[in-house]
């Protein structure tokens, strides 16, 4: 059974940091795209963050660009995000997310979906 394993959530003031991590198991991820899309309360699941198997190409919003680093070990099947800076509306659940290389990095096509963790800044 292939399961997404978030942890790392919590509670933390505006201009803090966190780090996420995500285990994988029940397969090999290998030319598996890994990252991250959160969801808050009353809006709709976005795109956060995504590496590709090599990590030789990632992305990032544009609201979280120079404050959140998305790395990936493939040995130990874990993504992470490390998140900087942070600001209220960060606040959401955070969901770890892979799909093959050759699909498209869209909510619809994600292929393995993890539980999810919240991560909640307070101002």
């Known amino acids: 059974q292939v399961r997404l394993l978030e942890s790392g959530g919590g509670l933390v003031q505006a201009g803090g940091s966190l780090g996420l991590s995500c285990a994988a198991s029940g397969r090999t991820f290998s030319n598996y795209v890994m990252g991250w899309f959160r969801q808050a309360p009353g809006k709709e699941r976005e795109n956060v963050a995504r590496i590709n198997w090599s990590g030789s190409d990632t992305y990032y919003r544009d609201s979280v660009k120079g404050r959140f680093t998305i790395s990936r070990d493939n040995a130990k099947n874990t993504v992470y995000l490390q998140m900087i800076n942070l600001k209220p509306e960060d606040t959401a659940v955070y969901y770890c997310?892979?799909?093959?290389?050759?699909?498209?990095?869209?909510?619809?096509?994600?292929?393995?979906w993890g539980k999810g963790t919240l991560v909640t800044v307070s101002s």
């Open positions: 997310a892979a799909v093959r290389e050759s699909s498209i990095w869209t909510a619809g096509n994600i292929e393995y």
